[in-house]
């Protein structure tokens, strides 16, 4: 879930209009002036992005109104601009800023807390800046959640499968560990590690009838796949 | 960003974070990145050292960091890497990360960041260097964090050692290096005492794990320019196992034994890939689909490295080719 929060009720609104998400349980979107970062928003172990958007009105001495990447908080702290973006960067100085970029940096990576700034006013054209580039965080984001479930899902395979051999092999804990690594192992590099264990059957290596004899496979077994049986 | 595809990924070297005493001017760095946007920063630490970073998106999105070193600059050399036989050995880090990026590389489970960070106060590592120099001779790696080659335009570091080493008559150096470039040579000061280390790898590896590096053929072709101007050393370390390693690292050796004239070789050094346990342990929670780092190693004396029976294999294999070539050849090993 990618959080975003903004204390301006104006880029709140202006945010929300663009991107129409409200709450779509990908997208959090709290604004208004009463946001602190003590809110136990911060405690939500879903959070996958942080974003945090303030504004600055009028400009210091001529500088240009827009919408800007922060990239140092307060000489201290930097959060890590991985994410491409086309928008202008700038520093901020605020004690504010400092704190809420803490508060997320307790539970998220530096790439993955982002800092918007908006200088002059909330401009429809900023607007859209801003919803391009929440745009391009949850694009992002989404496609490591995919990467994500799919390992989850690859990792469960794993584990089963280990789990069925270190039954028929009496395996104690870390034999299962062991197991574990060598399935791991097998599915990344490509072996069939169903067809090495058929191959041990049709060579009366199992069943097995104790721990004992189950330790010997699983040598045997582990000296075919890491390709020291040269 | 992690495994980010190019789309999201910022490009390389889009900022450079600078330390607030250092003069932006005649940074080789900041010339080369004319459009970097610098940003400064109180200590190098402050971002090297972030919790969480992602290794891998900082390797699609690099940035670069310019300090000072501070505190102990040269270290005494671990006993898991090579000495080559000499008494005094150390190692330095005037570049912290390498534009390369080797799936298998120790870095990865070392450093918390990615980000290539120069250290420009080389001076003082100099003046360390000539307070050891008093005491006994030194052997200095200089480059193992790092690929101080492969930096050359940005720091000009290369030049700068052989140039020390040239003028300090107790001091060796390794250079180790991926890298192919020819164009150097000229430029540097001849030093007997200053040994350009080659890291050879068969292409099936370099095109499958090192990342951005040379093919075998420029590397080889380099080390066979860089043996006319210094004495080069040959390092088959790490040795990875793939399927059919025995054939491709016998494939690999008549490759580079046509271009490399190896008698002229100064040294060899031949070793399986082998890492300490905490730096596999990040490595395999940073990439848990590389078949490298998911490897299922033996743990032995605080180092994970392949079963004795295959890494002995695959060393003495490579040994073996080598003295067929050149009988009297030293071979160095793990």
Redesign the interface.
């Known amino acids: 879930m990618i959080l975003i929060i903004t204390k301006d009720t104006e880029i709140g609104r202006s945010v929300k209009e663009h991107t129409e998400t409200g709450n779509t349980g990908k997208v959090m979107l709290l604004f208004g002036e009463d946001i602190s970062s003590e809110e136990r928003f911060f405690e939500d172990g879903e959070m996958s992005s942080f974003i945090y958007l303030y504004h600055e009105t009028g400009g210091e001495g001529g500088s240009e109104s827009g919408v800007f990447r922060i990239?140092?908080i307060l000489?201290?702290?930097?959060p890590?601009?991985?994410?491409?973006?086309d928008l202008p960067?700038t520093?901020s100085g605020d004690e504010n800023v400092a704190e809420f970029y803490l508060k997320a940096?307790a539970k998220?990576?530096?790439?993955r807390i982002h800092i918007l700034k908006v200088r002059g006013p909330v401009t429809d054209s900023a607007g859209k800046s801003i919803t391009a580039y929440i745009g391009?965080v949850i694009?992002?984001g989404s496609?490591?959640e995919k990467?994500d479930i799919e390992?989850s899902e690859r990792d469960k395979k794993i584990r089963e499968r280990a789990e069925k051999l270190a039954e028929e092999i009496h395996a104690s804990e870390s034999m299962k560990r062991?197991i574990e690594?060598?399935v791991?192992?097998s599915r990344?590099?490509g072996i069939d590690f169903d067809d090495m264990i058929s191959e041990l059957g049709r060579e009366g290596l199992l069943p097995v009838a104790d721990k004992k004899e189950g330790k010997k496979v699983l040598g045997e077994l582990?000296?075919r796949?890491?390709?020291?049986a040269? | 960003m992690e495994n980010c595809k190019e789309g999201y990924a910022e490009a390389p070297f889009k900022h450079i974070y600078i330390e607030d005493d250092i003069d932006v001017g005649n940074l080789k760095a900041v010339e080369r990145f004319r459009d970097a946007g610098i940003i400064r920063i109180k200590h190098y630490k402050d971002l090297f050292n972030r919790q969480r970073q992602s290794f891998v998106g900082q390797k699609a999105s690099p940035n670069l960091i310019i300090a000072r070193k501070h505190g102990k600059l040269i270290y005494e050399g671990s006993p898991v890497c090579q000495d080559f036989g000499n008494k005094h050995f150390y190692y330095t880090s005037c570049v912290m990360n390498c534009l390369y990026d080797c799936e298998y590389c120790y870095l990865r489970g070392m450093y918390p960041s990615a980000n290539p960070t120069i250290f420009v106060n080389l001076e003082d590592i100099f003046d360390e260097l000539d307070g050891l120099l008093k005491k006994h001779p030194v052997y200095l790696c200089v480059s193992y964090d790092t690929d101080l080659m492969a930096f050359e335009d940005l720091t000009g570091y290369v030049e700068k050692w052989c140039d020390f080493t040239a003028s300090r008559e107790d001091l060796t150096i390794e250079i180790r290096t991926k890298c192919a470039r020819k164009d150097l040579w000229d430029r540097l000061t001849s030093c007997e005492r200053v040994i350009f280390a080659y890291t050879i790898s068969p292409q099936e590896i370099i095109t499958k794990y090192e990342k951005g590096t040379p093919s075998l053929l420029m590397r080889a072709e380099a080390a066979s320019v860089a043996m006319e101007h210094f004495p080069v050393r040959l390092c088959f370390d790490p040795m990875i196992f793939i399927k059919d390693w025995k054939d491709i690292y016998g494939k690999m050796f008549d490759e580079i034994t046509e271009i490399i004239d190896i008698d002229r070789i100064k040294d060899f050094s031949v070793g399986s890939f082998r890492i300490s346990s905490g730096f596999l342990k990040n490595m395999r929670r940073m990439m848990p689909d590389s078949e490298i780092a998911q490897y299922p190693f033996e743990l032995m004396d605080g180092f994970y490295q392949y079963p004795k029976e295959l890494a002995d294999g695959m060393e003495n294999y490579m040994s073996g080719l080598i003295r067929e070539k050149k009988v009297d050849s030293e071979i160095f090993r793990p």
């Open positions: 990239n140092r000489d201290r702290y930097y890590d601009l991985l994410l491409k973006s960067e520093s940096a998220l990576p530096p790439h391009n694009a992002e496609e490591k990467r390992r062991q690594e060598l791991r192992y990344i590099s582990q000296r796949i890491c390709g020291s040269v």
